[in-house]
């Protein structure tokens, strides 16, 4: 059974950093692209930042220049270094990847989130 488990949000200023790290862990044959969607309260999902496996990356327009996907293909591990972070940048985070198991198809996997909150 393959899962992403998050870790690395919380409670953090306006102008600090956090990063967030997912592996991805189990019977995985191959990874495609990885990624971070956030959601605030209210609000749709949506999405962050994506890096394939080759290591091209988009952003959300909000975050360019402040936060940085990066991924060990070794570890089946996605980063997200986020700097300057503002009070509208709170939301829950959820690492999403597409992933094709041993003897499985491809499919697309969401972890269950880290709460991300920027406030004085």
């Known amino acids: 059974q393959v899962q992403l488990v998050e870790s690395g949000g919380g409670l953090v200023q306006p102008g600090g950093s956090l990063r967030l790290s997912c592996a991805a862990s189990?019977?995985?044959?191959?990874?495609?692209?990885m990624g971070w969607y956030r959601q605030a309260p209210g609000k749709q999902r949506e999405l962050v930042a994506a890096?394939?496996?080759?290591?091209?990356?988009n952003y959300a327009d909000s975050v360019k220049g402040r936060f940085t996907i990066s991924r060990d293909n070794a570890k089946n591990t996605v980063y997200l270094q986020m700097n300057s972070l503002k009070p509208e940048d709170t939301a829950v985070y959820y690492c999403?990847?597409?992933?094709?198991?041993?003897?499985?198809?491809?499919?697309?996997?969401w972890g269950q989130g880290t709460q991300v909150t920027v406030s004085s």
């Open positions: 189990g019977s995985i044959f191959s990874i495609n692209a």
């Open positions: 999403n990847a597409g992933i094709k198991p041993y003897g499985g198809t491809w499919y697309n996997y």
């Open positions: 890096i394939t496996s080759g290591g091209s990356t």
